[in-house]
């Protein structure tokens, strides 16, 4: 697996339809095309009505597919689930996996866990999102939280490359909180997600996620390997100046 200076991943979420969906990615393609970028992995993670659209735009051109959720089962009796092995089929190379949203809804650590040993299992790489609430942060459960969130979702992984995702709930623009993390209190935790790493895991990076703009990303992609971006993604000319100043 190659290693490099960023890793910028666009998460669509639940905001474009098919059409689109191909607009932004094709108009992204051709900008990216024209910039110099060896040394910075692009993800786009489109819904899953797009992901056959999208890898097809995608292929050739150095931009990686993901997929924004996946399912721990082969296959089965599992209505609106998709399998890892169907996103590797459409060349989907990431998946992100507990993002807060998704916890939102009911996934629990050991979920996340089941996931990204589905996700492993077919040679794609998971970014596996940790991140306290906001009612953590105010009880100042934040290191307990990532403690247990970071154990929990690798345990018992085997020892291949993943990427951890540190977005603190409460600083997402969606939470309604009103408050932004400073990057020095974001940076912090670095150390906090490393020290609860089981010591056979060694092939990892962390990107931050939590609101990242194009004027702010450059004050987290020293420390941080990268950015996990939802709303600065969906206007190509925002997401591409984002990558840029990475």
């Given amino acids: 697996m190659k290693k ?63 997929a924004q959720d996946v399912f721990y089962e082969k ?37 996340v866990n089941k996931k990204a040993k589905a996700v492993l299992e077919n040679n794609i790489t998971p970014i596996i999102c940790v991140g306290e609430t906001l009612a953590e942060y105010k009880a100042g459960a934040t290191k307990k939280v990532l403690a247990r969130q970071v154990t929990k979702a690798l345990k018992k992984l085997d020892n291949k490359y993943f990427i ?7 600083s997402i623009s969606t939470s309604g909180s009103g408050k932004v993390i400073s990057p020095a209190e974001a940076i912090a935790q670095i150390a906090v997600l490393k020290k609860n790493i089981p010591a056979h895991l060694n092939n990892f990076d962390i990107i931050y996620g939590g609101s990242v703009k194009a004027d702010t990303v450059a004050n987290f992609s020293t420390d941080f390997k990268g950015a996990l971006v939802g709303g600065d993604s969906l206007k190509a000319q925002s997401f591409f100046k984002l990558i840029k100043n990475s």
């Avoid at 599992?78 to 809804?105: N, P, W």
């Avoid at 951890?164 to 409460?170: K, N």
Wanted: aromatic content about 8%; charged content about 25%.
């Fill in 4 to 66: 490099y200076k960023q890793i910028l991943v666009a998460n669509w979420k639940m905001n474009l339809d098919v059409g689109e969906t191909t607009v932004l990615a094709k108009k992204l393609k051709l900008m990216l095309a024209k910039e110099k970028l060896a040394d910075k992995k692009v993800v786009f993670c489109p819904s899953f009505l797009a992901i056959a659209e999208v890898s097809k735009i995608l292929k050739g051109s150095g931009i990686s597919l993901g």
């Fill in 75 to 111: 296959n089965g009796a599992f209505t609106g689930e998709i399998s890892a092995s169907s996103l590797k089929k459409l060349a989907c190379d990431y998946v992100i996996v507990g993002h807060s949203e998704r916890r939102a809804l009911g996934e629990t650590d050991e979920m």
């Fill in 164 to 170: 951890l995702a540190y977005e603190p709930v409460w």
